[in-house]
């Protein structure tokens, strides 16, 4: 088998029932969920050489999988698709968010990218995926995308911000708070207690 088709040449690509412009706001999408993909896996190498632990490197192969399940249900036009990604995928994440944000330090202010190798990567990782939200938003202005998926993608942004912020703490790295924030992030208690 050729790797190379030359059906893109015309800037056609094929999706599961139809042909769509290589400019297309569905083909735009994929794209970016690719970036965040190639982002993840480096991510990932990265995590094996720190040692940031086996859960996030597990973690994150198994959203690399995840993402090329989102890229399939927005490439599949069809009706009767069988979908890959369900509430129950985007639950696991907001477990994991859950789990990570209890074991890092308090958030207080905005924080900067940075910190370790690793906290910086995923947070570009999260820049892209915060881009493929925003492109999967404007592709269902003209056509249905499945809900599941906006969903995972909005979820998956905050787990790669606390993800980002574990890479640190497990390195013994404080985060980069941004030097003019507020106190944005504070809980009830914590306003009561300043009063």
């Not at 915060?130 to 938003?137: H, P, Q, S, Y």
Request: with cysteine; glycine share 6%.
């Amino acid at each position: 088998m050729k790797l190379y088709t030359k059906q893109g040449d015309s800037g056609d690509t094929s999706v599961v029932g139809g042909k769509r412009k290589k400019d297309d706001a569905r083909v735009e999408v994929f794209g970016s969920f690719e970036e965040v993909n190639a982002l993840i896996g480096k991510a990932q190498l990265m995590a094996v050489e720190e040692k940031s632990g086996t859960d996030l490197q597990k973690d994150l192969e198994r959203i690399q999988h995840e993402l090329f399940d989102c890229g399939s249900d927005v490439a599949d036009i069809r009706a009767e698709a069988v979908r890959k990604v369900y509430n129950s995928t985007v639950e696991w994440l907001e477990r994991r968010i859950d789990q990570y944000t209890e074991e890092a330090p308090a958030l207080k202010k905005f924080i900067l990218p940075g910190g370790t190798p690793l906290s910086a990567e995923l947070h570009l990782a999260r820049t892209v995926c915060r881009r493929a939200e925003r492109e999967l938003v404007r592709a269902g202005e003209t056509e249905d995308v499945p809900a599941p998926v906006l969903m995972y993608i909005n979820r998956l942004s905050d787990y790669l911000f606390s993800a980002a912020r574990i890479a640190n703490s497990r390195a013994g790295k404080a985060d980069v708070e941004y030097e003019r924030s507020a106190e944005v992030f504070t809980t009830e208690q914590d306003r009561k207690n300043k009063k």
